[in-house]
């Protein structure tokens, strides 16, 4: 079944690069990046995940992954903005930091990462005294984005051993060739050997999964 | 004495200008304030307990119908203290208090009427000072600091606006809510009959000021002024959190604060002594 965004007595306000969602009836308010205010504002109960995403990449002017939609409709879901969905089966959700790290690879920004932050509105004697808990995910969201970066600076210094690698890779292929195209077998398969290794090492530097 | 039996839309004076002594059961004084506009009626059956009660809502004579009414009655004595009694508009609190509980609660009673009537205003919980022509907020529930941190901002020269209630209006100004300040008694009666002449001798209507600088602070005894600054939604969410009628009166609320986390800066204070505090935040401006 598609997602489908409640809007009844829910107030919108924007704020610079978020946007705050107060629900009325929960009197929790909720602050939601782009990305998953689209997801928001495009679930009408007519559109797929994959339908979403494609409008998420059109309108963020990025690539939106099927993966950051699941996981916008699923903090959708906690945060009760969603209309009476359960969550899809035999779904796996991604794990937030799975996607800041698939993000960072792909040099896309970590913007696009699903952020929502929720408190309760007081009541007035509330406001008064303090004396009310504040639900969060701006800690978790804190601790992804540090995450991420402590990947993106990984990457920046594996980034020399990988050339290296990606360079000695490509020079033994060429001579697994040139060893293949005089008849020299033996020679030609050590050499396409050592390049698989070196070309993998470079993919584990990188975070990926060898070939 | 001859007891007079005086009606509501009668007296309109100050108290101190009534004559005689009323029976207690027949006859009560009232005087009616325009506090955020909204018109407050408060009634009670000695001159003396509604001038403390006038003297907890700012503003001017209302000349309006009133909205809401607010009556306290000296009722009885028990055990030779005296108790008092509280009504809203017709309803009758089911207890009886003593004084100093029943001006609290009508205080409380009081600031959150006015928070959900006003058509116009958005009450937060904070303290306010004004500081080369902008505002500062100190959000913080009661027992936070606030009012101490206000006067050390007030003896380096900030001109005092609340101690209690920033007034915010749609345009994300804040107005003066002048009332005596709410000191607990560790700063001492003598520091605090100090500060309040010194208010009350200032200038004692403040132009409504555009807020400048939030500041989220915490106390903690050993801490040194560290600060960060806030981003936009934490100083809309920290602002929120002390909102009095965000309930209420949603659509209004979410567009002031969205003014004021726009414009003004906002800073997270952990702060210690209330003097270096003050130092620290008037060097932020």
């Given at each position: 079944?598609?997602?489908?965004?409640?809007?009844?007595?829910?107030?919108?306000?924007?704020?610079?690069?978020?946007?705050?969602?107060?629900?009325?009836?929960?009197?929790?308010?909720?602050?939601?990046?782009?990305?998953?205010?689209?997801?928001?504002?495009?679930?009408?109960?007519?559109?797929?995940?994959?339908?979403?995403?494609?409008?998420?990449?059109?309108?963020?002017?990025?690539?939106?992954?099927?993966?950051?939609?699941?996981?916008?409709?699923?903090?959708?879901?906690?945060?009760?903005?969603?209309?009476?969905?359960?969550?899809?089966?035999?779904?796996?959700?991604?794990?937030?930091?799975?996607?800041?790290?698939?993000?960072?690879?792909?040099?896309l920004s970590l913007s696009l990462l699903p952020f929502?932050?929720?408190?309760?509105?007081?009541?007035?004697?509330?406001?008064?005294?303090?004396?009310?808990?504040?639900?969060?995910?701006?800690q978790e969201y804190q601790e992804v984005l540090s995450?991420?970066?402590?990947?993106?600076?990984?990457?920046?210094?594996?980034?020399?051993?990988?050339?290296?690698?990606?360079?000695?890779?490509?020079?033994?292929?060429?001579?697994?060739?040139?060893?293949?195209?005089?008849?020299?077998?033996?020679?030609?398969?050590?050499?396409?050997?050592?390049?698989?290794?070196?070309?993998?090492?470079?993919?584990?530097?990188?975070?990926?999964?060898?070939? | 004495?001859?007891?007079?039996?005086?009606?509501?839309?009668?007296?309109?004076?100050?108290?101190?200008?009534?004559?005689?002594?009323?029976?207690?059961?027949?006859?009560?004084?009232?005087?009616?304030?325009?506090?955020?506009?909204?018109?407050?009626?408060?009634?009670?059956?000695?001159?003396?307990?509604?001038?403390?009660?006038?003297?907890?809502?700012?503003?001017?004579?209302?000349?309006?119908?009133?909205?809401?009414?607010?009556?306290?009655?000296?009722?009885?004595?028990?055990?030779?203290?005296?108790?008092?009694?509280?009504?809203?508009?017709?309803?009758?609190?089911?207890?009886?208090?003593?004084?100093?509980?029943?001006?609290?609660?009508?205080?409380?009673?009081?600031?959150?009427?006015?928070?959900?009537?006003?058509?116009?205003?958005?009450?937060?919980?904070?303290?306010?000072?004004?500081?080369?022509?902008?505002?500062?907020?100190?959000?913080?529930?009661?027992?936070?600091?606030?009012?101490?941190?206000?006067?050390?901002?007030?003896?380096?020269?900030?001109?005092?606006?609340?101690?209690?209630?920033?007034?915010?209006?749609?345009?994300?100004?804040?107005?003066?809510?002048?009332?005596?300040?709410?000191?607990?008694?560790?700063?001492?009666?003598?520091?605090?009959?100090?500060?309040?002449?010194?208010?009350?001798?200032?200038?004692?209507?403040?132009?409504?000021?555009?807020?400048?600088?939030?500041?989220?602070?915490?106390?903690?005894?050993?801490?040194?002024?560290?600060?960060?600054?806030?981003?936009?939604?934490?100083?809309?969410?920290?602002?929120?959190?002390?909102?009095?009628?965000?309930?209420?009166?949603?659509?209004?609320?979410?567009?002031?604060?969205?003014?004021?986390?726009?414009?003004?800066?906002?800073?997270?204070?952990?702060?210690?002594?209330?003097?270096?505090?003050?130092?620290?935040?008037?060097r932020m401006m």
């Open positions: 079944m598609n997602a489908l965004a409640r809007t009844d007595n829910i107030f919108i306000q924007s704020l610079p690069s978020e946007v705050i969602l107060y629900d009325g009836n929960s009197h929790r308010a909720h602050c939601v990046n782009e990305t998953v205010f689209k997801v928001w504002q495009n679930a009408d109960g007519s559109k797929s995940v994959d339908e979403l995403a494609k409008l998420m990449s059109r309108d963020l002017n990025a690539t939106c992954s099927r993966e950051i939609v699941l996981l916008a409709l699923e903090d959708l879901r906690t945060a009760n903005l969603l209309q009476d969905v359960a969550a899809p089966k035999n779904v796996e959700l991604p794990s937030r930091r799975d996607i800041a790290r698939k993000l960072s690879i792909g040099g929502i932050a929720s408190m309760v509105v007081p009541t007035p004697a509330m406001a008064r005294s303090g004396n009310y808990s504040q639900a969060t995910y701006e995450e991420a970066n402590k990947d993106l600076l990984e990457l920046a210094a594996n980034k020399n051993g990988s050339e290296t690698d990606l360079q000695t890779a490509i020079s033994d292929g060429v001579a697994g060739i040139e060893a293949s195209a005089i008849g020299n077998q033996t020679a030609a398969q050590t050499d396409f050997a050592n390049a698989e290794k070196e070309f993998n090492a470079m993919l584990s530097a990188l975070g990926l999964p060898p070939l | 004495m001859a007891s007079q039996r005086i009606s509501a839309s009668v007296i309109d004076a100050e108290p101190d200008q009534l004559p005689g002594k009323l029976s207690c059961s027949e006859a009560y004084y009232f005087v009616a304030r325009s506090c955020c506009g909204v018109c407050i009626g408060l009634r009670s059956n000695t001159p003396a307990l509604l001038g403390i009660l006038a003297r907890m809502v700012p503003g001017s004579r209302c000349e309006r119908p009133v909205e809401v009414m607010f009556s306290i009655y000296e009722s009885s004595r028990q055990n030779t203290a005296r108790r008092y009694e509280i009504a809203f508009n017709a309803k009758i609190a089911p207890a009886r208090f003593r004084l100093v509980e029943a001006l609290h609660l009508l205080r409380s009673y009081i600031q959150e009427t006015v928070a959900i009537l006003s058509r116009n205003f958005v009450l937060v919980h904070a303290a306010v000072v004004g500081w080369k022509g902008h505002a500062v907020l100190l959000p913080g529930a009661s027992g936070s600091g606030k009012s101490t941190l206000t006067m050390a901002l007030v003896e380096q020269g900030a001109a005092y606006y609340s101690d209690e209630l920033a007034v915010i209006d749609e345009n994300g100004y804040v107005h003066p809510y002048l009332r005596a300040p709410n000191l607990r008694s560790s700063l001492g009666q003598e520091a605090a009959k100090r500060t309040t002449a010194s208010i009350v001798a200032s200038d004692l209507c403040p132009e409504p000021l555009k807020i400048g600088l939030v500041v989220l602070s915490r106390y903690s005894e050993q801490a040194n002024c560290e600060s960060r600054t806030l981003l936009c939604r934490e100083i809309f969410f920290g602002l929120l959190a002390n909102t009095l009628a965000a309930r209420s009166r949603p659509g209004l609320s979410l567009r002031v604060l969205k003014e004021v986390s726009l414009h003004g800066r906002g800073v997270q204070l952990e702060r210690g002594e209330a003097r270096i505090a003050a130092n620290a935040v008037l």
